[in-house]
Antibody, heavy 119, light 111 residues
Framework: EVQLVESGGGLVQPGRSLRLSCTAS????????MSWFRQAPGKGLEWVGF??????????EYAASVKGRFTISRDDSKSIAYLQMNSLKTEDTAVYYC??????????WGQGTLVTVSS | QSALTQPASVSGSPGQSITISCTGT?????????VSWYQQHPGKAPKLMIY???NRPSGVSNRFSGSKSGNTASLTISGLQAEDEADYYC???????????FGGGTKLTVL
């Protein structure tokens, strides 16, 4: 059974950093691209970025709203994807989801982890 | 403002059919057969319902179907059930440094 479990969320002050983890199981993690989404309270889904599998260079792409502040990485030996968030702003407050990328869609989602940016 | 346009809300009675539209451009919806749809119940993670315009993942009810015409994709739910009440999001792949665009979501109410 495919499972994705996010962790690392919490309350953080503006300008600080936070790293989220997405621990995967039930599939060969290294074979898949992984993506992060977020959802601000009462708002719709927002794509944050994704990381390709090593077979496709392991490169990353980001939404304009987070480019230069957020970094996605992966450790295939541990089946973990990371979202490093720097220079956090109050508008980054959201539930963050990690997903598995299946070609052109997102076929499995974690349960989400809440990040609150507030002083 | 979302790149793909969805109606904010739709409603229907149990047993009826409803259709949710998702309008983009020739650079996304119209240019690729990579539209997918997600269902999200309150407080829950989204769930993939349709991929590649009209394909259902294993385990998704055949009451859910997808289609596309030009720059507009559609999700149809037939035989509405109370459990279908949720938010629905569409997305499309596009050839860009930001490879996916999303709709703003549609709230489905089962009357």
């Amino acid at each position: 059974e495919v499972q994705l479990v996010e962790s690392g969320g919490g309350l953080v002050q503006p300008g600080r950093s936070l790293r989220l983890s997405c621990t995967a199981s039930g599939f060969t993690f290294g074979d898949y691209a992984m993506s992060w989404f977020r959802q601000a309270p009462g708002k719709g889904l927002e794509w944050v970025g994704f990381i390709r599998s090593k077979a496709y260079g392991g490169t990353t792409e980001y939404a304009a709203s987070v480019k230069g502040r957020f970094t996605i990485s992966r450790d295939d030996s541990k089946s973990i994807a990371y979202l490093q968030m720097n220079s956090l702003k109050t508008e980054d407050t959201a539930v963050y989801y990690c997903t598995r990328v299946s070609v052109y869609s997102f076929d499995y989602w974690g349960q989400g982890t809440l990040v609150t940016v507030s002083s | 403002q979302s790149a793909l346009t969805q109606p904010a809300s739709v409603s229907g009675s149990p047993g009826q059919s409803i259709t949710i539209s998702c309008t983009g451009t020739s650079s996304d919806v119209g240019g690729y057969n990579y539209v997918s749809w997600y269902q999200q119940h309150p407080g829950k993670a989204p769930k993939l319902m349709i991929y590649d315009v009209s394909n259902r993942p294993s385990g998704v009810s055949n009451r859910f179907s997808g289609s596309k015409s030009g720059n507009t994709a559609s999700l149809t739910i037939s035989g509405l059930q109370a459990e279908d009440e949720a938010d629905y999001y569409c997305t499309s792949y596009r050839s860009s440094s930001t490879p996916w665009v999303f709709g703003g979501g549609t709230k489905l109410t089962v009357l």
